[in-house]
């Protein structure tokens, strides 16, 4: 079946520019995650949803990035006026998470590489 | 969150058994072990998980210690594409953010031809 799918893949923008990447979870994946990874590092959390419910916020999210998943389906994350400090590979995960049996493996999309100039 | 401790890098053969271990010493009773792995230039992908007992799939075996403080992931038989940093992580059991995933810097395999 498909998988967890992002868009654009690549997205060069210049400082101050706003800049929004989308995310397509797995049909039917109540939890939707996203997290930004620097080169050379592993990935960190950003933001949680459940269905359309954004349940937690990293203090990395500044003021400057939003997420929305309206209707529990697809999310954006959106990034305001931006600074090269948010080049990055952004990834999206989506799990079914089901509590009672661990069962909250995470199926990551292959990313968006921003690149801030 | 209960934190690992992974080898920063290990290397193989290819077709060789590779074992890569992760120390959890503060793991607490309800916590899962999972694994990850992510390939160059690609997302992370899940491997396996599991509570106590070794547990098996098609792409790797996790024996995990009895007093749970560490497990290892076993590659029966590398390959070219099993080179990728493996990170060994105790998701978020509880709160609000169910099954958050904190990664560390993860284990880089190398795997010789």
């Known amino acids: 079946g498909a998988g967890v799918s992002q868009s654009p893949r690549y997205k060069v923008a210049k400082r101050g520019q706003d800049v929004a990447l989308r995310c397509d979870p797995i049909?039917?994946?109540?939890?939707l995650f996203w997290y930004q990874q620097a080169l050379g590092q592993g990935p960190e959390f950003l933001t949680y949803?459940?269905?359309?419910?954004?349940?937690?916020k990293s203090r990395l999210l500044s003021d400057r990035f939003s997420a929305e998943r309206p209707k529990g389906s697809f999310s954006t994350l959106e990034i305001q006026r931006t600074e090269q400090g948010d080049s990055a590979m952004y990834l999206c995960?989506?799990?079914?998470?089901?509590?009672?049996?661990?069962?909250?493996?995470?199926?990551f999309g292959p990313g968006t590489r921003l690149t801030v100039t | 969150d209960a934190k690992t401790t992974q080898p920063n890098s290990m290397e193989s053969n290819e077709e060789e058994p590779v074992h890569l271990p992760c120390n959890h010493s503060?793991?607490?009773?309800?916590?899962?072990i999972h694994w990850y792995r992510q390939l160059p230039s690609q997302g992370p992908e899940y491997v396996i998980h599991?509570?106590?007992s070794n547990v098996n799939n098609r792409m790797a075996s996790l024996a995990i210690a009895e007093d749970r403080k560490s497990s290892t992931l076993i590659l029966h038989r590398a390959t070219l594409r099993d080179a990728a940093v493996y990170y060994c992580?105790?998701?978020?059991?509880?709160?609000?953010?169910?099954?958050?995933?904190?990664f560390g810097q993860g284990t880089i395999l190398t795997v010789h031809p």
């Open positions: 992580i105790l998701p978020l059991a509880g709160g609000t953010s169910y099954g958050k995933l904190t």
């Open positions: 503060t793991i607490s009773g309800t916590d899962y």
């Open positions: 049909s039917g994946h109540v939890s």
């Open positions: 599991g509570l106590t």
């Open positions: 995960a989506s799990s079914l998470a089901d509590p009672g049996q661990g069962t909250y493996e995470q199926y």
């Open positions: 949803f459940q269905n359309e419910a954004q349940l937690e």
